[in-house]
């Protein structure tokens, strides 16, 4: 038998009786004979109440101090996570990120993983008979100062450890029970799928589908770690997320996603010269905002430009602030920010060697009557913009036409 590591998210740990049943669940795998690693995430929403916390002592809280606050949730997790096993008759040790020897690098909350120096003594514990309980999200930098991730970085702990310790599978314990082809509260005949690829799920997830943190599926691409997302609450299968395999029964579209809150930044009269585009974007980048989908059009006579692109609702104000100063500096320009926008997105890996996606995709929006605003894709995405009340009905419609919801024998698994 081999080693597993099992992550626990907030929803899974958010009481007593959920650490009690999280805990039962890691002695089950130990009695079985499994080397048992156990990560864990804060209790329930405890890291956004620490956030919270910190915006009512200042708007604008230090970077560090932040990191030092939010790193404590997972530190009362596993220490509660030891206890609950030790109260059922086993040995547990928990350790934190810095006990680990979990090196990161890059900016406080948003920290990358460099490597992980504590192996041989997490391995003597493990040979000890004990399960390992360690803290999701969070490490230690260079200067020994406390990091995160980014939110949701316990999944990317997990992983990491996983690939660190060479461990079979790594498995994710949250309260959904696997990954759907859409999201089942807005399409209600949405499928759980029984395997996906780590590139569709990457996809997925920069797409709105919000059930795991990104770095966790690159890292498990790049160690080849077999993913398994479960619910902690029942025993049903969930959805595996692995390796390409080279089949030629290829699935087209795996899923379809729909990011909401969106908007869209459209600057006009931009003069039509090197340069410019750079310097908007330039600024922009400098702000921290994450830009999507540009278009740039030249005008008739190409002496003007309009120059749109898609934004985070939530960075609507930094947006504004910058492309404002831009529009200052930079006579004849205006600025135009439109919200209530969403995308929605199809993703296949199939879509490498299969064509038609695209027109079966626009055919069913338009007989829903639905207006596309833009079209964006890349190799195994197919994107649209559409008007945030038209999104639900959109993806309903664009599951609809793939035929997500049923079932066919190259979709129960991989087959090479
Ligand atoms: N507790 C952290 C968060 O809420 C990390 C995690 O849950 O993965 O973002
Ligand atoms: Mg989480």
Redesign the pocket.
């Known amino acids: 038998m081999g080693m597993i590591v099992q992550k626990f998210?907030?929803s899974s740990v958010k009481n007593a009786d959920l650490i009690h049943r999280a805990a039962r669940r890691a002695i089950r795998a130990k009695i079985d004979g499994h080397q048992v690693v156990v990560v864990v995430?804060?209790m329930g929403d405890y890291?956004d109440q620490l956030v919270d916390l910190a915006n009512q002592i200042t708007d604008r809280p230090n970077r560090r101090e932040m990191d030092q606050l939010l790193s404590t949730?997972?530190q009362i997790s596993i220490a509660l996570m030891a206890m609950a096993i030790h109260h059922a008759g086993h040995d547990a040790i928990s350790l934190t990120g810095g006990q680990i020897g979990l090196k990161t690098y890059g900016a406080f909350g948003r920290a990358r993983i460099r490597e992980i120096t504590q192996k041989t003594r997490m391995l003597q514990l493990l040979s000890e008979g004990n399960i390992v309980i360690v803290a999701?999200?969070q490490g230690v930098d260079e200067s020994a100062n406390v990091t995160t991730l980014g939110?949701?970085?316990?999944?990317t702990t997990a992983v990491a450890l996983a690939a660190a310790l060479g461990a079979d599978t790594c498995e994710i314990y949250t309260d959904v029970d696997g990954i759907y082809t859409a999201d089942p509260r807005i399409v209600p005949e949405a499928r759980k799928l029984p395997f996906i690829y780590y590139d569709e799920m990457l996809e997925l997830a920069s797409l709105g589908a919000q059930v795991m943190?990104s770095r966790s599926i690159e890292l498990g691409k790049n160690y080849g770690v077999t993913i398994h997302v479960r619910s902690s609450y029942t025993d049903a299968k969930g959805t595996d997320i692995v390796k390409e395999a080279s089949d030629l029964q290829q699935v087209i579209v795996r899923g379809a996603a729909l990011k909401k809150d969106l908007g869209r930044v459209e600057i006009t009269g931009v003069p039509n010269r090197p340069g410019l585009a750079s310097d908007i974007f330039k600024r922009v980048a400098e702000q921290g905002v994450i830009v999507d989908d540009i278009i740039q059009v030249i005008h008739e006579g190409g002496k003007t430009a309009d120059i749109s692109f898609t934004i985070d609702s939530a960075d609507k104000r930094d947006a504004d602030a910058v492309c404002s100063t831009f529009a200052k500096d930079t006579p004849g320009v205006a600025i135009k920010i439109r919200e209530g926008i969403a995308k929605i997105s199809v993703v296949g890996v199939g879509m490498r060697t299969h064509t038609g996606v695209a027109s079966r995709m626009f055919e069913a929006l338009h007989k829903a009557n639905i207006n596309i605003e833009n079209i964006s894709t890349s190799e195994i995405v197919i994107s649209v913009l559409v008007k945030a009340d038209d999104a639900p009905a959109a993806l309903r419609a664009v599951h609809a036409t793939f035929e997500l919801a049923v079932e066919t024998p190259e979709q129960i698994a991989p087959m090479s």
């Open positions: 998210g907030g995430s804060a890291t949730g997972e999701g999200f939110r949701g970085g316990s999944d943190h």
